[in-house]
């Protein structure tokens, strides 16, 4: 066979394939549909965390190559994404305006076939979902380089809603500038963009005043709109906004990467592997702190996190927020946050998720 006739073979095998696909892909979200019938006769929502969770463990887990798992999630993020949105639509609030980080986090987890709410601030993402305008919200909870954000933490020890899932995410930072931009007059980004590019900036642009926005989108619509004004913002900012990227991945720390937390109105069932989130203050006693973590010890439950915030009511008195390895409803768990809540002088479970893959 020729070169010619063979290349004209293939790609007939790969139209074949992408009609099986179709066929597939239209059959799953068909099926999805009945399903969503279903929750609706019982009353159920139509994400179900765990329950994904589950199929990509699957799915990664039976993954042969050659597309990397990263892309597996991708791929059937996106059809998972049309079959739940067959079943209900889905409201989801994060930080706005497009081209944020937590704009990213949300599609990672919900797909795009979602309404996207864009919230002016962090407050107003809870406020959101709190009221029922969305069903979900994103919020930034933890960054590999400056650890928690305050704003989400402060907020979730208020809060009634619940965390029901969590996804982690690289965030690529660029310095980003209009195209007739030279010398800047300041540098826009969210307060923990611009920490987070602290050294880089100190190198690069020493004694140029750092302008703090409340996302990273915003810093870009300030570059946009000012041609003396650089920004800090994703690749994707750059693209929205048409700004050139002057500079490409710029924070301080390699593998820069922010955690982000999904809330809703209660936590989820057993994955299977999955997380507790919690929040607790000690008493004012010697040791009350290790009274506190004692129970996690003796049951052999291991923490992935614990980071202590100042409270609002009294000078030098900390909340501790602590992550940790289970499910509330696993009985050892169940007892070992049961002994807390007893030796705390608060204990406010956040919620129970799958782990990020």
């Not at 989108?217 to 004004?229: G, K, L, S």
């Not at 750059?238 to 990227?245: D, F």
């Not at 390699?254 to 008493?283: H, I, M, W, Y």
Request: contains cysteine.
């Amino acid at each position: 066979m020729s070169k010619e006739n063979n290349l004209e073979s293939l790609r007939r095998r790969i139209d074949e394939i992408d009609l099986k696909l179709l066929e597939l892909i239209n059959e799953r979200v068909r099926t999805a549909g009945e399903i969503g019938a279903d929750k609706a006769s019982r009353g159920e929502g139509v994400y179900r965390p765990e329950r994904e969770a589950q199929v990509f463990r699957r799915l990664i887990d039976r993954n042969v190559g050659p597309i990397d798992d990263d892309a597996v999630r991708a791929i059937f993020g996106e059809v998972i994404s049309c079959a739940r949105s067959a079943e209900a639509p889905v409201r989801v609030a994060a930080l706005g305006p497009r081209g944020t980080f937590s704009e990213q986090a949300a599609h990672k987890v919900f797909g795009r076939q979602i309404t996207l709410l864009e919230a002016a601030n962090i407050r107003e993402v809870f406020r959101l979902t709190e009221s029922g305008d969305a069903q979900f919200g994103v919020v930034p909870v933890e960054n590999s380089t400056e650890g928690g954000v305050n704003a989400t933490l402060d907020l979730l020890v208020e809060t009634t809603l619940q965390v029901c899932n969590e996804v982690e995410l690289r965030v690529t930072h660029c310095l980003l500038a209009s195209a007739n931009s030279h010398a800047p007059r300041e540098i826009a980004g969210h307060e923990q963009a611009l920490a987070q590019c602290r050294n880089w900036l100190a190198t690069h642009y020493a004694g140029v005043p750092l302008l703090p926005k409340s996302s990273t989108a915003e810093a870009a619509r300030a570059a946009a709109a000012d041609p003396e004004v650089m920004a800090i913002a994703s690749p994707q900012a750059a693209t929205l906004y048409g700004l050139e990227v002057r500079a490409r991945d710029i924070a301080d720390v390699p593998g820069n990467t922010t955690r982000f937390q999904v809330l809703s109105t209660a936590s989820p069932p057993p994955s299977g592997s999955d997380k507790t989130s919690v929040v607790t203050a000690t008493s004012n006693d010697a040791g009350s702190l290790l009274q506190l973590l004692g129970p996690l010890a003796r049951a052999g439950i291991s923490m992935t996190r614990i980071e202590s915030r100042p409270t609002r009511t009294g000078l030098w008195k900390y909340v501790f927020f602590i992550d940790l390895e289970g499910h509330v409803a696993d009985p050892k768990v169940a007892d070992a946050l049961k002994e807390i809540d007893g030796a705390s002088a608060f204990l406010r479970i956040l919620g129970s998720y799958p782990r990020a893959l």
